[in-house]
């Protein structure tokens, strides 16, 4: 089992960026597929970006691309969350997960492990 830690939220002005960083310690953090979650209040959570083990493939939610880039660092056991032209809408939990598979996962169901979450408020 691989245990993530999410960091890098935080309270920021409406067109700021912010980079959340997963962290993950235990199983080899290259097998596994990545994915980004967010949570606003009183809302589901909901899919935002996820890649592939080896890095190579990623898939984004509609409407999402090109404000959001993920990324992942295996040597450094990391994934990465780039968001740019931050708006209020984008207040959540961000959460970061773990797939046991090496292709991208888009549904919340397929990941088996997750972060507790770094929260980011956008003001406006």
């Known amino acids: 089992q691989v245990q993530l830690v999410e960091s890098g939220g935080g309270l920021v002005q409406a067109g700021a960026s912010l980079r959340l960083t997963c962290a993950a310690s235990?199983?080899?953090?290259?097998?596994?597929?990545m994915g980004w979650f967010r949570q606003a209040p009183g809302k589901e959570r909901e899919f935002v970006a996820t890649?592939?083990?080896?890095?190579?493939?990623?898939s984004y939610a509609r409407g999402l691309q090109g404000r959001f880039t993920i990324s992942r660092h295996n040597a450094k056991n990391t994934v990465y969350l780039q968001i740019n032209n931050l708006s209020p809408e984008d207040t959540a939990i961000y959460y970061c997960?773990?797939?046991?598979?090496?292709?991208?996962?888009?549904?919340?169901?397929?990941?088996?492990?997750w972060g507790q979450g770094t929260q980011v408020t956008v003001s406006s």
């Open positions: 997960a773990a797939a046991s598979v090496r292709g991208t996962v888009v549904e919340d169901a397929g990941y088996g492990t």
């Open positions: 890649v592939s083990a080896s890095g190579l493939s990623s």
């Open positions: 235990g199983r080899i953090f290259s097998n596994y597929a």
